[in-house]
């Protein structure tokens, strides 16, 4: 059985979705540490003064070091989803296959989660299944129970708590990932590689790493094609 285990995103890029579309079993990797900087609660739109960044405010009292993904919450005083919506209407409305998507993002952003992967998970979830990801099942890392260790450790008891045998990995998780671990606990592992072919976008210059709406609102129905794309390449 083919895994994959990620953090939540919100609105990620086409990479995301290429890899929950490899995976018999997509986990969201919710019960490590909440990343500030990272990718959890923001990511980047096109428009006409260039990349524009999309960010759900959360609480952070304090400081959010030491805060698991699956506890943040969303910051329910500021007017993002509004702002958010706004955003895409002004930078996509005239984007071929905007208004066929309208109605299915639309109502996310009239939610009221409080906890942040209430809201970008079921968004993940709903968007694989829009562009045609029907077979990946999905469940977050919280709701295995037993788990413990760090990195390579935790990665192997999730997987072997789950009946994997595929492990299909980012490219920037070669850096603390123990391939000798994999190996020992009879899981094969598979690194992705990103080389994904251009596709046209309303406000150039061209960029592949930002968020899949991009690609969405410009490729409609074909969207899951252009996330094929590079298989020809590669393979």
Known sequence: MNVVILQPSYIPWRGYFDQIRRADLFIF???????????????????TQGKQWLTIP????????GLLIKDVK?????????????????????APHFH????????????????????????????????GITQTRFIRSSEIPGISGEKTTRLIQTLQAVGATHYISGPSARGYIEDEKFQHAGISLE??????????QLHPPYDPYVSLLDLLFMAGENTLD??????????
């Open 191 to 200: 690194y992705m590689i990103y080389n994904y072919l251009p596709y046209p």
């Open 29 to 47: 990797y919710d019960d490590v540490q909440y990343d500030k900087h990272g990718w959890r609660n923001r990511n980047q739109i096109k428009t």
């Open 226 to 235: 252009h996330i094929c794309a590079q298989e020809n390449q590669n393979e």
């Open 74 to 94: 969303i910051d329910r005083s500021k007017p993002w989803a509004s702002n958010h919506w706004k955003a895409l209407t002004f930078s996509y409305s005239k």
């Open 100 to 131: 066929r998507y309208a109605s299915l993002l639309e109502p996310f952003y009239k939610r009221t989660d409080m906890l942040l992967v209430d809201f970008t998970i079921n968004l993940t979830i709903a968007l694989a299944r829009e562009i």
């Open 58 to 65: 959360v609480h952070s009292t304090g400081a959010t070091e």
